[in-house]
């Protein structure tokens, strides 16, 4: 982005850390297990495009919810929510499930077809169930590294709301966006931003916003193709070298496996609310 590139990517909450997570279920360290719940889809023949197996590592954090040994499921993401979000976050209140299309002129955005499934689930003590009526907001770039409605050196998007959107969470705790792969520019790793608000009868309310992000080698592979390939200039910043990255972890990479001609990725995250 233009003057202050990354000034909408800073996290807004945090990823607990395993003495949390335990804390939060009541559990000694060693009450935790070892197996993983079956995940949707499975990885493409040969694991990870690079052949690394990144697949199967990134599976076990981000692919499904993880069984201790004491009987309880627990995501294997689990968040403290926060009250703030970065200023390119822009609540265009679409509720939508296809963000690909702009509504100012209906046109839609070009690139990989991209199906992202977020089940919510209501961590707690012993316990961690779906969470109904959660809304979850996405928002990315496109394949050339614009936002919508955002104002850039190199671009004005005002008024378009292209790539951006919010579903509610049905009684599974199942949200479910179609949108495209998203691009990337300069300063940064390839992501998607995300924000879950819940709200009670109480009164009570809380907010997480986060990002995910994707296997380097995966995203390599993607932009050799229209329209990604359009752009001719080098991505200096990879995982590695993002400090964004690093604040979220690796558990934030998502898991991409074929769908049809394009991908699919699934994520439980547990609210601890």
């Not at 209906?106 to 991209?114: H, L, Q």
Request: proline share 5%; charged share 20%.
């Amino acid at each position: 982005m233009s003057a202050e590139p990354d000034n909408d990517d800073g996290i807004v909450g945090r990823v607990l850390t395993r003495r949390e997570v335990l804390a939060l279920f009541g559990l000694a360290s060693s009450q935790l297990l070892v197996a993983c719940s079956p995940r949707f889809g499975s990885p493409p023949p040969g694991g990870a495009p690079n052949g690394g197996g990144n697949y199967d590592s990134a599976a076990k954090l981000t692919g499904g919810v993880t069984q201790t040994a004491a009987g309880i499921t627990m995501p294997t993401c689990v968040v403290a929510p926060a009250v703030t979000e970065g200023p390119y976050f822009v609540d265009e209140k679409l509720n939508r499930s296809d963000i690909r299309v702009d509504t100012s002129d209906n046109s839609s955005k070009p690139g990989t077809p991209f199906k992202l499934t977020m089940r919510v689930l209501q961590a707690g003590s012993g316990s961690c169930i779906p969470l109904k009526g959660a809304v979850v907001d996405i928002w990315h770039c496109d394949a050339l590294g614009v936002y919508s409605d955002a104002v850039d050196a190199g671009f004005n998007t005002k008024g378009k709301n292209f790539l951006r959107g919010y579903q509610v969470s049905d009684a599974n705790g199942l949200v479910t966006f179609q949108t495209i792969y998203p691009g990337w520019y300069q300063g940064r790793a390839v992501h998607i931003h995300f924000k879950v608000r819940t709200s009670f009868a109480d009164g009570k309310s809380s907010e997480f916003t986060s990002q995910f992000f994707f296997d380097d080698a995966f995203s390599d592979k993607v932009y050799t193709v229209s329209p990604y390939n359009a752009k001719t200039a080098v991505r200096g910043t990879k995982n590695t070298n993002d400090g964004i990255f690093k604040e979220a972890g690796s558990s934030m990479i998502l898991n991409v496996v074929p769908d049809g001609a394009g991908y699919t990725a699934n994520f439980d995250i547990g609210m601890k609310l």
